[in-house]
């Protein structure tokens, strides 16, 4: 059984910085990837950044130059450091890991989510 769990969401005042993080636990074999989306309340979940096992990131045109997304293979772990936050990023952050798991066939795994808060 596969666990994805995130950390690091609360309340922060415009242009404050947040450190989000996600670990992914249980019998996995491989981790392809990870990355962290974004939904806030009426609208579609969005990609906010990506890491590939190997380094290569993706981010949205939105966070480009705010956001650095990091990642730590040993611990099957990713950050997401947050930075000159703006209120418009507020939303439930949901990690997702693309990876191979000892037992079953599926291949992607979202986390519960966490709330981020920017205001004033």
């Known amino acids: 059984q596969v666990q994805v769990v995130e950390s690091g ?27 962290w989306y974004r939904q806030a309340p009426g609208k579609q979940r969005e990609l906010v950044a990506g890491i590939t096992s190997g380094g290569t990131t993706n981010y949205a045109d939105s966070v480009k130059g705010r956001f650095i997304i990091s990642h730590d293979n040993a611990q099957n772990t990713v950050h997401l450091q947050m930075s000159s936050l703006k209120p418009e990023d507020t939303s439930v952050y949901y990690c997702l890991a693309d990876l191979r798991a000892a037992l079953g066939s599926m291949r992607l795994y979202w986390g519960q989510g966490t709330q981020v808060t920017v205001s004033s």
């Open 9 to 35: 969401g609360g309340l922060v005042q415009p242009g404050g910085s947040l450190r989000l993080s996600c670990t992914a636990s249980g019998s996995i074999i491989r981790i392809y990837s990870m990355g």
